[in-house]
């Protein structure tokens, strides 16, 4: 059992290294440069008629479109990233997946501006209305997560005895898995929605919505592995406190995973639920925990 909890220690060091992760960040930099500089050229491409798309594309029509490209290359790190501070806390990983779903929120700003029409009454306009409901909805997530986050670091850091060790490792192996998985994932997602774009000839207006391709599928498999890491706690605590604190923020995930299948308002709700939901389980923890 010890040497396979070394072999996903070692092989978890060797994946997420601070040097991989350096070489990672960088190469999203450039990437989101790149892609913001070919964005552009494309939508202006488009605009002097160089070519055209079989298809409706808003994301070609305004040059503030071209921020979703960078936003989406910045996206996948902050996945990679949850994948590496998965195995340090419940907590921890929660408030990942909460900054992913405020970016998400906030890309999807940037891709629906040129859907928004100012010569008529605001509020009758479907596109308008989702607009304020983005804003107010990264304004309140904004200090939302904040308020996680500074609760989060009021928490004990507690030593690492030899059970605690083992479920950390556990946790490792999770995310060593977790990684392929992802990628295979993105890739197929990303596939399926650009085979659906050209090649659909029954329905080239209704693909699949942009905004939510692959993170449909992320969060489905992230509530997996939240899951099985909830169940990998079962050894290592009994405390009841802890139990429903990691059992709350998989409902959290939950929550987020349900809302990509809603629109409007009801999309924004649940993204804020969500959080208000895990800030509560959070406060309560620490209340108890105070308590004992």
Avoid at 53 to 76: G, Q, V
Avoid at 100 to 127: H, M, Q, T, Y
Avoid at 130 to 141: E, H, K, P, R, S
Avoid at 181 to 188: D, N
């Amino acid at each position: 059992m010890n040497t396979n909890y070394n072999f996903f220690d070692t092989t978890f060091e060797k994946i997420f290294s601070d040097e991989n992760r350096k070489h990672i960040e960088r190469a999203t930099l450039w990437l989101s440069i790149i892609g913001f500089i070919i964005h552009l050229m494309l939508i202006y491409s488009k605009k002097f008629n160089l070519f055209s798309t079989p298809f409706e594309a808003r994301l070609l029509d305004d040059p503030i479109s071209a921020i979703y490209t960078p936003f989406s290359i910045i996206l996948i790190y902050e996945i990679y990233l949850l994948i590496v501070y998965l195995p340090r806390s419940f907590t921890t990983s929660v408030s990942k997946q909460f900054e992913i779903i405020s970016l998400i929120i906030i890309r999807r700003i940037f891709g629906d501006i040129p859907k928004v029409e100012l010569n008529v009454n605001w509020f009758e306009f479907a596109a308008n209305r989702q607009l304020i409901y983005d804003l107010a909805g990264v304004l309140t997530l904004y200090f939302l997560i904040y308020m996680f986050n500074k609760r989060r670091e009021e928490l004990t850091k507690k030593p690492l005895d030899e059970r605690l060790k083992k479920f950390v490792s556990s946790k490792r192996a999770v995310s060593v898995f977790l990684l392929p998985v992802l990628i295979f994932t993105s890739i197929y997602s990303a596939t399926s929605w650009f085979m659906e774009l050209f090649f659909n000839t029954q329905s080239l207006t209704q693909f699949k919505d942009i905004n939510a391709v692959f993170y449909n599928e992320f969060f489905t498999i992230l509530i997996l592995a939240d899951v099985f890491i909830l169940l990998l706690s079962f050894q290592y605590t009994e405390r009841y406190s802890q139990l429903i604190r990691n059992t709350g923020f998989v409902i959290c995930t939950i929550l987020i995973r349900l809302s990509f299948a809603t629109s409007g308002l009801t999309n924004v709700l649940l993204i804020l639920t969500s959080v208000v939901f895990g800030l509560l389980i959070l406060r309560i923890y620490q209340a108890i925990e105070k308590g004992t």
